[in-house]
């Protein structure tokens, strides 16, 4: 009866220390793969993120640059029929000078 308290005894030691030594592994082995899958999540949302970027980048700078275009050619267009009104007001007084003459 001795002899088997005392086995029992070293068993339940035993037992304690081996599912203390398996929770630690799991532990380990758990917090492991969460890192490694965040480590993953976070370069592939990094890649995205950056490839959204530019893309949104690009597209902006095609706004920019179609509205310069188009702010240019208006630009240019006012510029031609203050040239145009211009040259008419030039003929009206040269007109006028050759009916005065």
């Known amino acids: 009866v001795v002899v088997e308290d005392v086995v029992v005894d070293v068993l339940d030691v035993l037992l304690v220390e081996l599912l203390d030594v398996v929770v630690v592994v799991l532990l380990e082995l758990i917090v492991d793969v969460v890192v490694d899958v965040l480590v993953v999540l976070l370069v592939e949302v990094e890649d995205v993120v950056v490839?959204?970027?530019?893309?949104?980048?690009?597209?902006?700078?095609?706004?920019?640059?179609?509205?310069?275009?188009?702010?240019?050619?208006?630009?240019l267009v006012d510029v031609l029929v203050v040239l145009l009104v211009v040259l008419e007001l030039v003929l009206i007084v040269v007109v006028v000078l050759e009916l005065v003459l």
């Open 51 to 75: 490839d959204v970027l530019v893309v949104l980048l690009v597209e902006l700078l095609e706004v920019v640059v179609v509205l310069l275009l188009e702010l240019t050619v208006v630009v």
